[in-house]
């Protein structure tokens, strides 16, 4: 599905996030409220989808730069927030709070802010975003859709895509994503399902990273 607001109804900078609490209460408000209205501006533009994964990530050379020194990547937790409200970034295997809040968590001061500025997300979109699509067949999404209603659907991915990188060594670093979409994949086997994984990085050109900040 798509979310495209009227010009004329846009909420995207009605919150001020210097006064959120919470990612999921405020942060994620601006379009929440939008897809609960009465008149969702909304649109279906794939069918048969049962899994999206958006992952953002800095260029390679700058990625494996902060590896190398065991730093995060731009996005450990796949979420990406260019207000900079939920960002730390813990050298790994220290023990800290996760990299991004989940949804729900409450905000912390532990923040690493060094380094935060190193990678300085705010006001910046992500350089490269690795999208992961996985679809079924038709007769698969048919067999699916007509087992007992419930969480057949969430089934495939619970407890998948939640972290993309595991703490630890540089050669860990890099398998979650990898070990789960592996096990969705056996998932899907399991229950006889058709499906095909398609994989992209897509380069954002309006994208200007730069760690370089003003007060």
């Given at each position: 599905?798509?979310?495209?607001?009227?010009?004329?109804?846009?909420?995207?900078?009605?919150?001020?996030?210097?006064?959120a609490?919470?990612?999921?209460?405020?942060?994620?408000r601006?379009?929440?409220?939008?897809?609960?209205?009465?008149?969702?501006p909304?649109?279906?533009i794939?069918?048969?989808?049962?899994?999206?994964?958006?992952?953002?990530?800095?260029?390679?050379?700058?990625?494996?730069?902060?590896?190398?020194q065991?730093?995060?990547?731009?996005?450990?937790?796949?979420?990406?927030?260019?207000?900079?409200?939920?960002?730390?970034?813990?050298?790994?295997?220290?023990?800290v709070?996760?990299?991004?809040?989940?949804?729900g968590?409450?905000?912390?001061?532990t923040?690493d802010?060094?380094?935060?500025?190193?990678?300085?997300?705010?006001?910046?979109?992500?350089?490269?975003?690795?999208?992961?699509?996985?679809?079924?067949?038709?007769?698969?999404?048919?067999?699916?859709?007509?087992?007992?209603?419930?969480?057949?659907?969430?089934?495939?991915?619970?407890?998948?895509?939640?972290?993309?990188?595991?703490?630890?060594?540089?050669?860990?670093?890099?398998?979650?994503?990898?070990?789960?979409?592996?096990?969705?994949q056996?998932?899907?086997?399991?229950a006889?399902?058709?499906?095909?994984?398609?994989?992209?990085?897509?380069?954002?050109?309006?994208?200007?990273?730069?760690?370089?900040?003003?007060?």
């Open positions: 599905m798509e979310l495209m607001q009227p010009a004329e109804s846009m909420s995207v900078y009605d919150l001020d996030p210097k006064g609490t919470t990612f999921a209460g405020d942060q994620l601006w379009f929440r409220t939008a897809v609960t209205g009465a008149s969702r909304v649109r279906s794939a069918e048969n989808v049962v899994g999206l994964i958006i992952w953002p990530k800095l260029a390679k050379g700058d990625e494996s730069a902060r590896l190398d065991g730093r995060s990547p731009l996005s450990p937790n796949y979420i990406y927030d260019s207000s900079l409200l939920t960002f730390k970034s813990p050298r790994f295997g220290t023990a709070s996760p990299v991004y809040l989940n949804e968590a409450k905000l912390t001061s923040t802010l060094q380094d935060a500025a190193q990678i300085n997300p705010k006001n910046q979109l992500p350089p490269i975003v690795q999208v992961t699509l996985i679809a079924l067949d038709e007769q698969s999404a048919a067999r699916l859709e007509d087992q007992p209603k419930g969480s057949a659907v969430e089934d495939l991915s619970k407890g998948l895509f939640e972290v993309a990188c595991s703490p630890g060594t540089r050669s860990n670093q890099e398998t979650r994503y990898d070990q789960d979409l592996q096990e969705m056996q998932r899907m086997v399991k006889g399902l058709t499906y095909r994984v398609f994989t992209s990085d897509v380069v954002i050109r309006a994208a200007k990273w730069s760690a370089s900040q003003t007060k």
